[in-house]
């Protein structure tokens, strides 16, 4: 029996497939939580082992989560051996046609994925075991999110099997809800599961094992007891987000430097994962319809602006790099008075990414970009809002396409995507966005264009607007037959009662396509204009062929620049430049300028496309 904290070493390990592009959040804090309370903790970033085998281009590709369960399929042989349901490799040719993403990468995907399953994988889980980390370990933890589950079986098993003391102990996203239980009763090389937030039970569960006690009675933990699964009780979600200390990470750069991922070098581009918020104050009003995140903690909570320049600074100092990417799901609306004023005010050189609600308007991208935001994921998912009412996400399309002109002007790089899919939903509602996506092409095209994924946890998957709901149908390529799919699946198949036709969406798929391949060209499009009083020139060079220069003056230059700022309506353009025209004559003139595709009009709201010529105002 171990007796004191000191003899409890803890290894914490996060296996593929997750990108190594930067180190596990999970893991850094968890180590940190760990030692703070006594513990011996090291991490272990096992994903970089298997990057540096592959290649990193082979495994990024399969760390980016893209429907079918790739990842945990290479695992699932090692990981349940005769009982894995896809022995002979079906998965590789009936889902073919959705892995043609890998062909650039693999050479030929049917032949590369099963050489990976069949000897790559074998080998690097052996030299995994063989590391000397084990010898002296008594608690693994292993963290997973998205597809690391299989791998991180695989792993426990053959721990367990060379190391018999060693007690394993699983957490992350995967575990969260019913999903936890389940995995623990199919799989007996999992001891315990963290089932949510890990802060406060991860060290009592660890507590409980030095001094003997019943782990399994540590609150938000499930565990095998008499032959069932207990889970007991969750600790309420941590409240006070700056008592937690500063994330761990020097493992990860010993060991990318170490394997040759990468160079060592006084002066570091590695973006690194920070944390200054959890939950989401929009979900916890209005839950995006198809959204799944924050399973259990959608409670919003944040740490203090000083505390965030505080570990920013910290984090810089021990690894020199100035990059890091925020892990929050919706920034701090107060941030924007407190914490990034407060970045510009430091001089600090810091680029950050930021995941936030597409509610801002040019001031305050403006301020962002000057604190050092270089990349944004806005939220961004229609350019309708008949379809953005339907998703609840609380904007209006002039207002998403605002956003992309602005960040496009301040030089943010920024992640979006168009979803379809969505109950009572309208054909029209697609073709006019189809009919919109030519006048934007000067403006960075989404991410991703398609049908939502049905995630556990979101409206849509407890909604009655669902007529079929099942697994995702890679995951019966996975498990082994005896694993409750419905209680592990986090992504389902679905179809709702007023489904519309797969071809609704064509237009728009084929707008959005050549839309990105205008981006993908030297010379992308640009829509911009130049000013002085009295004066107004638009160029538009949207469409090789059809390039050309608006000259406006007087009112309409005026009344076309009044919409550039923010979407506006003809009323209140006309109170703001004191016109004597009718509200009428204005409302003519934005129709004019929409007929030219110079502006979009959404409703009574106006929205100019073109931006400044003139950069950094």
Excluded at 70 to 80: P, T
Excluded at 293 to 299: C, P, R, S
Excluded at 430 to 449: F, N, R, W
Aim: with cysteine; proline share 6%.
């Amino acid at each position: 029996m171990l007796s004191r904290r000191a003899d409890l070493t803890v290894t914490l390990v996060s296996m593929p497939f997750v990108s190594v592009q930067g180190p596990s959040l999970q893991l850094g804090l968890l180590a940190a939580i760990g030692s703070a309370h006594g513990f011996p903790v090291r991490t272990l970033h096992a994903g970089l082992d298997l990057a540096a085998r592959l290649g990193t281009g082979l495994y990024e590709e399969l760390a980016h989560m893209r429907g079918r369960l790739v990842g945990d399929w290479l695992f699932s042989v090692e990981a349940f051996g005769d009982a894995a349901p896809d022995l002979d490799g079906r998965l590789l040719d009936d889902f073919a046609a959705d892995l043609g993403y890998l062909e650039p990468v693999t050479g030929g995907v049917r032949d590369r994925l099963l050489a990976v399953r069949r000897t790559d994988i074998p080998a690097y889980l052996d030299e995994l075991a063989d590391l000397d980390v084990w010898a002296g370990t008594r608690v693994v933890g292993l963290t997973s999110t998205f597809q690391q589950t299989v791998a991180s079986l695989a792993l426990a098993r053959r721990l367990k099997r060379r190391h018999p003391r060693i007690v394993t102990v699983f957490g992350g996203a995967n575990f969260e809800g019913e999903m936890g239980p389940e995995l623990v009763r199919a799989f007996p090389d999992i001891d315990f599961a963290v089932v949510g937030e890990g802060d406060h039970a991860f060290p009592a569960l660890l507590q409980a094992l030095a001094d003997g006690g019943d782990a399994a009675a540590v609150p938000g933990v499930a565990a095998r007891r008499n032959g069932e699964v207990r889970l007991t009780e969750p600790a309420p979600p941590t409240r006070q987000l700056d008592d937690l200390p500063t994330p761990e990470y020097a493992e990860y750069f010993d060991r990318a430097e170490a394997l040759g991922l990468l160079e060592p070098t006084s002066h570091r581009t590695v973006s690194l994962p920070f944390e200054s918020a959890r939950g989401c104050w929009w979900g916890a009003r209005h839950h995006c319809t198809f959204c799944g995140l924050n399973g259990t903690t959608m409670a919003f909570r944040s740490k203090s602006p000083g505390r965030v320049l505080d570990e920013l600074a910290d984090l810089a100092r021990r690894h020199r790099t100035f990059r890091f990417e925020a892990v929050d799901n919706i920034v701090d609306s107060h941030y924007l008075t407190t914490l990034f004023p407060a970045i510009v005010a430091s001089g600090a050189d810091y680029e950050l990414f930021y995941e936030m609600k597409a509610n801002l308007g040019r001031e305050q991208l403006r301020l962002l970009a000057q604190a050092g935001v270089t990349h944004i994921q806005p939220g961004i998912e229609s350019l309708d809002s008949g379809v953005l009412a339907l998703m609840d996400k609380g904007v209006r399309a002039l207002q998403n396409v605002n956003v992309l002109r602005w960040a496009l002007y301040y030089g943010m790089k920024v992640s979006w995507n168009i979803l379809w899919g969505f109950p009572a939903e309208t054909a029209a509602q697609y073709a006019s966005q189809a009919a919109t996506v030519p006048h934007l092409v000067h403006l960075p095209p989404p991410s991703y264009t398609g049908p939502i994924w049905m995630e556990r946890f979101s409206p849509l998957f407890t909604g009655a607007h669902v007529r079929i709901k099942k697994p995702e149908a890679s995951y019966r390529y996975v498990y082994p037959g005896d694993v409750d799919l419905n209680r592990v699946a986090y992504f389902f198949d679905y179809a709702t009662h007023d489904a519309l036709p797969a071809g609704t969406y064509d237009a728009l798929a084929k707008a959005v396509a050549a839309w990105s391949e205008a981006w993908a060209e030297p010379a992308r499009p640009v829509l911009k204009y130049w000013s002085a009083p009295g004066i107004l020139q638009i160029y538009d060079g949207r469409h090789p062929g059809g390039e050309g220069t608006y000259t406006l003056s007087g009112t309409s230059a005026r009344v076309y620049l009044a919409t550039s700022d923010r979407p506006t309506t003809a009323a209140a353009v006309r109170r703001r430049l004191g016109l004597a025209e009718p509200a009428a004559v204005i409302e003519d003139m934005l129709r004019a300028f929409a007929d030219r595709g110079l502006m979009v009009l959404d409703d009574t709201y106006a929205l100019a496309l073109a931006i400044p010529a003139t950069r950094g105002r």
